[in-house]
């Protein structure tokens, strides 16, 4: 089973969203870049949001199983951030196998990464949503702890 | 010229470089592929060059001249300051240096090695 006890490390209370309210996909984005912006590490909030639509006329961030990984870099924060969020009725996300996506995991970072962090980050993030069951506790998960737990692969 | 009118430009220079960055990446055979084994499909990227080109135009004259110049010696022309070292060089910008405000004109460069300072406080 993938870890994914790392997220943890860029992902706090305040970035646990249980239901996202937009019903578009521009709308997601910018719901997500709203509740990002909530840290004072987002210097320009407005920058964030042209980043993340421009990143999705390069290709859907969505990978399919109803997951989308909307990411990338901008000058708009400081350092590396990951928000997961939920959608309950799920939304269109011109998903590679067309399902609504009802699991977001934002992830930005800075251009400069020194750590080169951002691409594994991105990458344990992807391979943990591969797997069905963390899909299921990931919409189940209630509290920030029981998320943590499923990040961390506890209670499996 | 006021201090929201140099904010602004300095705002529209820093989607300029985050559209670069981006199609660098999605350029970079190795990014690429890691990406696509994850799942993502980058098939949108002569879509990005055009909104880069687009967004050129939206860009003061004198300060895509300053880009571009800088963009020849570095990735990164636009750095950002933390705790007043240049994040491009990491060098301690001079105490006379300041973040730009009020009928300021100039962006801010690192004296040291030119990049532009992105510095909002």
Redesign the interface.
């Known amino acids: 089973m993938a870890d994914g006890s790392r997220i943890l490390r860029y992902l706090d209370e305040r970035f646990f969203v249980r239901d996202l309210k937009a019903k578009t996909k521009d709308g997601v984005l910018k719901e997500l870049a709203d509740y990002l912006s909530k840290d004072r590490e987002v ?2 909030p ?2 964030l949001l ?2 993340l639509k ?2 999705e ?5 969505a ?2 199983s109803g997951v989308a ?1 909307p990411h ?5 924060i ?1 350092n590396i951030k990951v928000l997961f969020a939920r959608h309950k009725k799920g939304i269109d996300f011109e998903a ?1 196998d067309e399902e609504p996506v009802r699991l977001f995991f934002l992830i930005v970072a ?3 990464d020194t750590n080169n962090e951002y ?1 594994p980050l ?2 344990q993030i ?2 943990l949503v591969k797997e069905p069951a963390i899909r299921d506790r990931l919409i189940e998960a209630q509290t920030y702890a029981d998320l943590a737990q499923v990040l961390e692969g506890q209670g499996s | 010229m006021n201090g929201a009118r140099i904010l602004d430009r300095l ?1 529209r220079l ?2 300029l ?3 670069e ?2 199609i660098h ?2 350029e970079d055979a190795k ?1 690429k592929k ?2 696509e ?9 002569e ?2 060059r055009a ?1 880069r080109d687009k967004w050129r135009a939206q860009v003061d004259p004198r300060d895509l001249r300053l880009f571009d110049r800088i963009v020849k010696r570095h990735l ?1 022309a ?3 300051v ?1 705790e007043r070292i240049c ?1 491009g060089c990491y060098v301690t910008l001079p105490t006379s240096v300041s973040p730009p405000a009020g009928d300021q004109d100039r962006l801010l460069t690192c004296e040291n090695c030119g990049r532009i300072l ?1 510095w ?1 406080e």
Request: no cysteine.
């Open positions: 210097r320009d407005r920058l042209e980043m421009k990143r006329s390069l290709g859907s961030t990978i399919g990984i990338g870099r901008s000058l708009a400081a590679p800075p251009p400069q691409l991105l990458g992807a391979e | 705002q820093s989607h470089q985050d559209l960055m981006m990446e999605a990014a890691a990406e084994e994850m799942g993502f499909h980058m098939r949108g990227l879509k990005l909104a990164r636009i750095v950002p933390e994040l992105y909002l």
